[in-house]
């Protein structure tokens, strides 16, 4: 096993907008909820412009270069359940430190023991989608989310890695693939979709795995969660989605 605590994974412009951006995975984590504490939870992966740190350039407007439209960043909805000045930060600045390896090999060889969360900031729909399929098909299982999908220059091969994130029933209906809805605690599920087993059987994303593109069956809600979740308007979600 690597003694690398991270790895720089890629670097180059947005796709989304050409910005300067990089894509680092860091091989431990506490986030109970992809699973186990240390390197017994998934490898997580961070999308973050590398000219700014995250917090400010949401403050900017500038995450659009990793985030794209998604309708829960700050100067949207500020519904998104990332805090940006605790994790991102920290991965943000040990970037620039330089405290995480560029060997790829050397990654690549944990991905057969390791599952792989694709976006634990960010979206991969700002990156090259044939890295992603590379990674995802060596790691023992992979989560992720893009709401990139409505996007003109979108490319589908990233949903058999990863699910359609949508924010609207409208959305669910035009989506011609699974999705992930986060919605508001008193609105009802729609046809089809079951709640993330995350909060209705409290079991974690390593051992669920269920959030996979490439798995079939039905879409996946949740409510909506975390330190803003109470700036959650379905009204306003609307209205940006």
């Keep these: ?28 984590s506490n986030n109970r909820k992809t699973g186990k504490p240390g390197k017994k939870n998934m490898i997580q992966t961070w999308i973050i412009r590398t000219d700014i740190e995250p917090h400010k350039a949401a403050k900017q407007g500038l995450d659009y270069s990793v985030c794209g439209d ?11 359940y990332v805090t940006l000045f605790q994790a991102p930060l920290a991965v943000f600045r040990g970037y620039h430190r330089g405290i995480y390896s560029h060997d790829l090999e050397a990654f690549e060889r944990e991905l057969p023991t390791r599952k792989l969360r694709i ?25 992720g989310y893009t709401h ?17 994130s949508v924010d609207t029933p409208e959305q669910a209906l035009k989506v011609k693939s699974r999705y992930f809805r986060v919605k508001g605690e ?32 039905k879409s996946i809600y949740i409510n909506v969660h975390g330190a803003k979740a109470s700036n959650f308007n379905p009204n306003i979600i609307a209205i940006a989605a």
């Design 1 to 28: 096993m690597s003694k690398e605590i991270g790895f720089v994974l890629w670097e180059g412009a947005s796709l989304i907008d050409g910005a300067p951006i990089a894509v680092i995975a860091t091989m431990a």
């Design 70 to 80: 998604c309708v829960h960043r700050p100067e949207k909805s500020n519904s998104c």
């Design 119 to 143: 976006g634990a900031y960010g979206d991969a729909g700002a990156t090259p989608t044939a890295m992603w399929t590379r990674w995802a098909g060596l790691a023992m299982g992979r989560t």
């Design 148 to 164: 990139q999908w409505q996007r003109p220059d979108f490319d589908p091969a990233l949903l058999d890695l990863v699910m359609a």
């Design 186 to 217: 008193n609105e009802p599920a729609l046809k089809g979709e079951v709640e993330c087993l995350a909060d209705s059987k409290n079991m974690n994303c390593a051992d669920c795995l269920v959030c996979d593109g490439g798995n079939k069956g």
